[in-house]
């Protein structure tokens, strides 16, 4: 579960980079709308930055096949999920909102998989 634990990491420290990238150099940067889009993009980097990391540690206790395919949906999500926001923001290439949806879909498909998984999984 290294592939957890190590991107969780990564993540959380992205995650809280670019929130004091939002708190403090964005507003002078781009209109109200798109800080709220910006603060969105931060929150669910952040949230599934930080279920890396328990996945990462429940990792320890239950089988690894298990985990896997939800991990890399997690992290495929929130590069494509918060990354597209953050680069629509940041450069107001708006046709990237196409893409966010993917990212989205990966993160709900990660915890659906997930959910499968324990329920028939685990003992």
């Known amino acids: 579960m290294k592939l957890a634990l190590v991107s969780?990491?990564?993540?959380?420290?992205?995650?809280v980079?670019?929130?004091?990238?939002?708190?403090?150099?964005?507003?002078?940067?781009?209109?109200?709308?798109?800080?709220?889009?910006?603060?969105?993009?931060?929150?669910?980097?952040?949230?599934?930055?930080?279920a890396l990391l328990a996945l990462g540690a429940?990792?320890?206790?239950?089988?690894?096949?298990?985990l896997r395919l939800p991990i890399f949906l997690i992290i495929f999500g929130i590069i494509f999920f918060s990354g597209s926001l953050y680069i629509l923001v940041i450069s107001n290439t708006r046709w990237l909102g196409a893409v966010t949806?993917?990212?989205?879909?990966?993160?709900?498909?990660?915890?659906?998989?997930?959910?499968?998984?324990?329920y028939n999984g685990l003992n």
């Open 8 to 15: 969780g990491s990564l993540f959380m420290a992205l995650a």
């Open 17 to 50: 980079a670019f929130g004091a990238f939002g708190a403090h150099s964005l507003k002078e940067m781009v209109p109200p709308s798109d800080i709220l889009v910006f603060e969105k993009a931060v929150r669910y980097h952040f949230w599934h930055a930080l």
């Open 58 to 66: 429940i990792g320890f206790h239950v089988s690894h096949d298990l």
């Open 101 to 118: 949806p993917f990212g989205g879909t990966a993160l709900i498909g990660s915890w659906i998989w997930l959910t499968w998984n324990f």
